[in-house]
């Protein structure tokens, strides 16, 4: 982004007021300056939100990545939600995914999964095939590089049209039936487009009205009402204050004749250490095939 920064910091801080509101936080102090999003920097850093309980809140974009051993043990084929097999979620997005297929099916507007979950190497052969296709400055941009991927979560899904060809076939997918039943729709179902048109500054990855990652119903609700964009909305979530609580006034006591004195100190001899690692990722289960996904 090229704006000065004044101009930067008040929309920083409009924005965090946004998500504030839409999300229900009261936010007694925000500081603009921890919530810079405005660069898509191409890097490697690894995402704060990277266990497997923190699918809704993972932030990932062309900085931030998962690690290689991310691999959700949870996967299910697509064919329990009456879609197409060959491709897999995590089995708490099903439900949502079948609810979401047959009502789609009953606007007439059927749609077939192009792709969903992907390992971080099969995201790999993915990135290098685009590079090979488009080369590398264009790959940037509409391909996520190995770990930078939402498919790598387990929860996100290219969809097509039943019965038509890999949507970036199409000059604008988002404008096909299916696309434009989607974008009015997924989330009420609990799934949102992470890459709207327009706003590629913001989501660092061009425009795909196919690719539809899973938050649940209530936080797609809130990220549908806020009009920010999901990458947007999950690192305010992430980098806003939690609210500190308002300290209730203690009443000074009454001074006791006789004083009290314990010539015993109060010691703590177990230290505050938590020795267990988060959920850690395992190893990579099998792969699915390399594919031309987007
Ligand atoms: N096409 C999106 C950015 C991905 O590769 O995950
Ligand atoms: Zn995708």
Redesign the pocket.
């Known amino acids: 982004m090229t704006s000065r920064p004044g101009v930067r910091t008040a929309r920083l801080l409009v924005l965090v007021l946004a998500v504030a509101v839409a999300t229900g936080m009261a936010v007694t102090v925000v500081s603009a300056s921890a919530s810079d999003l405005s660069s898509c920097r191409v890097a490697d850093v690894t995402t704060a939100q990277r266990t497997y309980s923190a699918w809704p809140r993972t932030v ?1 974009d062309t900085t931030y990545r998962l690690t290689s051993g991310y691999a959700p043990t949870d996967l299910r084929s697509t064919a329990n939600a009456g879609l197409n097999s060959g491709h897999q979620v995590r089995a708490f997005v099903m439900a949502d995914l079948r609810a979401m297929a047959r009502a789609a099916r009953a606007a007439g507007a059927r749609l077939a999964v192009e792709s969903a979950y ?1 390992s971080f190497a099969n ?1 790999r052969a ?2 290098s095939y685009w590079t090979r296709v488009s080369g590398y400055a264009a790959a940037v941009r ?3 590089r190995a770990g ?4 790598q979560l387990g929860t ?1 899904l ?1 969809f097509r049209s039943y019965g038509g060809s890999a949507p970036w076939n199409y000059r604008d997918w988002g404008a096909t039936r299916a696309g434009s039943w989607l974008r009015n729709n997924a989330w009420r179902f609990g799934f949102v487009m ?2 709207p048109k327009g706003k590629s500054s913001l989501t660092c ?1 061009s425009y ?1 009205p196919w ?1 539809y990652r899973y938050v649940g119903r209530d936080a797609a609700a809130k990220v549908h009402a806020s009009s920010l964009t999901l990458r947007q909305y999950l690192w305010f979530q992430q980098t806003t204050p939690t609210p500190t609580p308002t300290p209730t006034p203690t009443p000074t006591p009454t001074p006791d004749a006789t004083p009290i004195v314990d010539p015993t100190p109060i010691v703590d001899p177990t230290p505050d250490v938590d020795p267990t690692p988060a959920d850690d990722p395992t190893p990579p289960a099998g792969d699915t095939e390399p594919s031309p ?2």
């Open positions: 990932l992907r995201q993915t990135f509409a391909s996520a930078h991927s939402e498919h996100t290219d992470s890459y990855y795909e690719h996904a987007s």
